[in-house]
């Protein structure tokens, strides 16, 4: 069995699967819920600002048949006033001794609501701070989530606020609603932050509801933009993560990787890009707390078939190979293969080679099923076809 | 032992013909099974259905919510789009041939979200057809069959005005009056032709039968163009002894009642022995269980490989409790003061092929007998020969003979269905209709 077990900036916690700040941290009952199912920490729903909830707040983007690609959501941060929050983090603390708990601040921008609320939040004995910079919706508005996170110098000055008083670990985590998160990341780290968490949801609209022209999801006859999250983010949370993990400045502070984590082969992917840690919502608000298991069970797995002890074995090994375009190989050439063996003569790879790309796959009509085959001299290896394939294993790339 | 009816109780007859192949309860049902499709390019199944419906296309569109363009896409290769979707063969025709099955996994299934699509579209009375402006052409279509339904539509939509005439109480063909209730039902028929009919343009004549109501030569003077899609006629003879005893019936007469009438007041045996193996042979045989027979017995003189049902229909027949007697031959019906007692068959061996390709049955000189209170015929419907016969129609035993285009040896008459192939599917009797009337249409526009 491998350790799953992380420190992440002395904040220990059993597996490095944590809960982020979200609807599933709201409250006792459900951190209570996540930690019986195995959950190794929690980022407790953002506390701070008094704000009011909206009634209608999700809602999704549907592809293809499949439900979830993506989901948004304009909810605030804990609409709770935070002595209640405070008063279920401690009794949780208790129960569950063994499990990471961070808390997620947002207070507006004064230095004294800060130092408040990190003062009365370290007093509840939690682990670590994680610092709002990145909710990207009502907040925004009052200067605060995504205002402070796509600002360099205000980020720094509000860190610095709270260094000042911070006896426990503190994260900062960043919006991707930025053309890049450096000047953020380095900015946070030079003020003292040790660590950074991303990404924060982006900014959407999932759809409109094409009966009442309203976009979705619809309060009274209308919308506004909401954070986007779910599998749909993954790829853009992953291109921010490694930039943080190229940086000589930020790649010296733990990062925790958010966006789109599914499964443990996302968690993996996250690991093997420079995170230490990795925080989860949307997989567990569509699934249960109870993806813990195949979470933990799937990395075990993973990590004892490559012979890794402990994540720190092999995170980050992607991120040198992650190159600038220019740097690539220009001699490199891979062509598709079909094993006739295993074509199912769906005759996808031919249309959309044909109608898109580079008109490298011959057509042979047969009843009831046609015949495909590669013409190498034309094929560019550009994947498409072996991306449309539907039978696993049938198309390879040959490098030649 | 006798024939009698009233042998269930309401509610068992009504759960016993209860629809066989429940629709989608709701769309995301649907759209799951629609996602399943991957959308294949030249897609084999659309190549094996006859009439060549844009399977992946009107699938996807199941997906993209755009129902209604869904059954379009049905609909304008195939008017009774809803029909087959409930009694084409479809493990022989496009599901037999979707790829996943290359992967040992299910086909994806065509048919039941085909007749989501078009169900939709009869419920909601869509009109998805824009019908050219009248041109000054009459045809007539006799038969309201499937053939001539489909005729009649493609025609109408071109701006023909079309007379339909109908020997039968109600239209709809051997679709009303000759397939298992459990399929489809008399009402859905109605819906359906209504549907068709909802187009424009198209007179329905019923209760009028060509020979006898009226005569060719009358279409061919009022009319510009003449279809026939009359079909068949009664069940082949079995030329045995015996065959005039009191519960020997044909197939097709027996459907008809249960089609027409309450199950109820249906009567059936107590054994039964239903002889043939095609789709009507196992309509008859799984109905007269559902009616409450207790022994029903399916005869058929070759062996499984060459059954012409389908798996599908054989083990629904078996999973109804009818057992099935392969390579036996009737010889003999025996009775008793009138009445059917049993069904004398001999035993069949199978020798080198016979001139269809088939193996050639061989009486063994062994017979045996099977006890029986009714025998059903089902062994095929012969063509209309009296009539046919001896009218000038070019023919081989009353099926009509026609060019490429559906053309008969008369000018401006066509022909097309069961009375041209010998009586095949649903699906092909349409695709004949819809040819047949593109040819129709280019003679309209020449003459």
Known sequence: MADLSINFLGIKSPNPFWLASGPPTDKKINVLRAF????????????????????????????????IAGINNIELISDRPVEINLAEIKEVLKLFPDRAMVVSLMADNHRESWHDLVKRTQDTGAHGLELNFGCPH?????????????????????????????????????TPNVHSVVPVGRAVA????????????????????????????????????????????????????????????????????IGGISTWRDAVEFFLLGASSVQICTAAMLGGFRIIEDLCEGLDDWMNEKGYQQISDFRGLSVPKITRWEELNLNYKVVASINQDLCIHCGLCYITCEDTSHQAIVLEKGLPYNTYNIKEEDCVGCNLCKIVCPASGCISMIER | ???????????????????????????????????????????????????????????RQIVTGNIKGSARTVFTSNILGLACSKVCPVERLCEGVCVHQLQKERPVPIARLQRFSTEKALKEKWNLFNPNSFIDKKVAVVGSGPAGLACAHSLAVQGVRVTIFEKEKRPGGLLTYGIAAYKVTPESCRDEVDYILSV??????????????????????????????IGLGKTRPLGIPGEHL??????????????????????????????????????????????????????????????????????????????????????????????????????????????????????????????????????????????????????????????????????????????????????????????????????????
């Open chain 1, 138 to 174: 009502g907040m925004v508005e009052r200067g605060m989530g995504a205002a402070v996170g796509q600002d360099p110098e205000i980020a720094r000055m509000i860190v610095e606020w709270v260094m000042e008083v911070a006896e426990i670990p503190v994260i900062t985590k960043l």
């Open chain 2, 246 to 447: 009191d519960g020997v019936i044909d197939a097709i007469g027996f459907i008809s009642r249960i089609r027409t009438g309450e199950f109820s007041k249906v009567p059936v045996g107590n054994k039964v022995v239903v002889i043939g193996m095609g789709m009507t042979a196992i309509d008859a045989a799984t109905q007269a269980r559902r009616l409450g027979a207790d022994e029903v017995t399916l005869v058929y003189r070759r062996s499984v490989q060459e059954k012409p049902c389908s798996d599908r229909e054989l083990n629904l027949a078996r999973l109804d409790g009818c057992r099935v007697q392969w390579l036996a031959s009737p010889r003999e019906i025996l009775g008793k003061e009138g009445k059917v007692t049993s069904l004398i068959c001999d035993r069949i061996k199978l020798e080198d092929q016979d001139d269809d390709n088939r193996p050639k049955p061989v009486i063994t000189g062994e017979t045996f007998s099977i006890e029986a209170d009714m025998v059903i015929k089902a062994t095929g419907q012969v063509p209309y020969t009296d009539w046919i016969g001896k009218s000038s129609l070019q023919n081989i035993h009353g099926r009509i003979l026609t060019g490429p285009g559906f053309e008969t040896s008369i000018p401006g008459v066509f022909a097309g269905g069961d009375v041209v192939n010998g009586g095949k599917e649903v699906v092909h009797a349409v695709q004949h209709g819809k040819e047949a009337a593109m040819t129709i249409l280019t003679y309209l526009k020449k003459n």
């Open chain 2, 1 to 59: 032992m006798s024939v009698q009816s009233h042998r269930l109780s309401k509610e068992e007859l009504s759960r016993n013909f209860s629809d066989i192949n429940p629709p989608f309860r709701c769309a995301d049902a649907a759209i799951m099974e629609a996602s399943r499709c991957l959308n294949c390019y030249d897609a084999p199944c659309a190549r094996f259905c006859p009439t060549h419906i844009d399977i992946p296309k009107f699938i």
């Open chain 1, 190 to 257: 030079e003020a003292g932050s040790g660590g950074i968490s991303l990404i924060n949801t982006i900014q959407s609209v999932t759809g409109i509801d094409l009966e009442t022209l309203v976009p979705n999801p619809g309060v009274s006859g209308c919308s506004t933009f909401g954070g986007y999250c779910g599998p749909a983010v993954k790829p853009v949370a992953l291109k921010f993560l490694t930039t943080l993990a190229q940086d000589p400045v930020t790649s010296h502070l733990p990062l925790s990787g």
């Open chain 2, 200 to 229: 424009g343009g198209i007179g329905l004549q019923l209760g009028k039968e060509l020979g006898r109501d009226f005569f060719l030569e009358d279409l061919t003077a009022g009319f510009d163009a003449v279809f026939l899609s």
């Open chain 1, 36 to 67: 019986e199912a195995g959950w190794g920490g929690v980022v407790w729903k953002t506390i701070g600002a008094p704000v009011r909830n909206v009634s209608s707040r999700y809602s999704s983007l549907n592809y293809s048949g499949r439900k």
